[in-house]
């Protein structure tokens, strides 16, 4: 799978949207963007995913450039409740669900 | 909640003793995956099951660890002859084959003393 670059920490005020980058240069023709968060002493959680489109559910948005070289996952509305640890992940969707390999991700904390 | 399910959630014990960990997936989910977490670390692959069948090993996975699914429902992981290294969350997933999304559970968090 290819590698991805995100920042370590971001601030967002609660109400606001929050833009989280992901850098993944590298990244393959047939590869997914992946995002997952993980929420203080739980288990990672699905957000949301996409292979080249703009993606949206009803908990976020995935904006992918045209050279698919970066992406950015947008909470319209953050809550204190967004503040967790979000995983970018690019990965192959091919037979099925594969492993996930996890970076160290972006820490979001949203701010009252 | 039919979500995954792990127990203990935690657990403590002195280096050298063995301690088993179990994973309860999501029902008809057939996929099964274990991940371990230390602090400040995303998620590590370990291992992974299709049904009963093991499919992949990580190189994390020490001869000390086994991982097991019997009858393709529940799954163990045992770690024998434990070590201050091998103080982390271990996390299980499960995921029906074909679907894009895994199913964490809360985790195991082991401290080795």
């Known amino acids: 799978d290819a590698k991805t670059t995100q920042p370590p920490s971001m601030d967002c005020a609660e109400g606001r949207a929050a833009n989280l980058p992901c850098n993944h240069s590298?990244?393959?023709?047939?590869?997914?963007v992946y995002w997952y968060r993980q929420i203080h002493s739980q288990g990672p959680q699905y957000i949301i995913h996409?292979?080249?489109n703009n993606e949206t559910n009803e908990m976020a948005s995935l904006i992918i450039t045209e050279d698919r070289k970066s992406s950015t996952l947008i909470l319209p509305h953050a809550t204190l409740r967004d503040t967790a640890v979000y995983y970018c992940?690019?990965?192959?969707?091919?037979?099925?669900?594969?492993?996930?390999?996890f970076g160290k991700g972006t820490r979001l904390s949203v701010i009252a | 909640d039919t979500g995954v399910s792990q127990d203990p959630r935690h657990k403590i014990t002195k280096r050298g003793q063995n301690v088993t960990f179990r994973c309860d997936p999501i029902s008809e989910h057939n996929r099964l995956y274990w991940y371990r977490q230390t602090l400040g670390q995303g998620p590590e692959f370990l291992t992974y099951f299709q049904n009963e069948a093991q499919l992949e090993k990580s190189r994390l996975l020490s001869d000390r660890f086994s991982a097991e699914r019997p009858k393709g429902s529940f799954s163990t992981l045992e770690i024998q002859r434990t070590e201050q290294g091998d103080s982390a969350m271990y996390l299980c997933?499960?995921?029906?084959?074909?679907?894009?999304?895994?199913?964490f559970g809360p985790g195991t968090r082991l401290t080795v003393t």
């Open positions: 997933a499960s995921s029906f084959k074909g679907s894009y999304e895994q199913y």
């Open positions: 590298t990244i393959s023709g047939n590869e997914y």
């Open positions: 992940i690019v990965r192959v969707l091919f037979f099925g669900n594969t492993p996930l390999v």
């Open positions: 996409g292979l080249k």
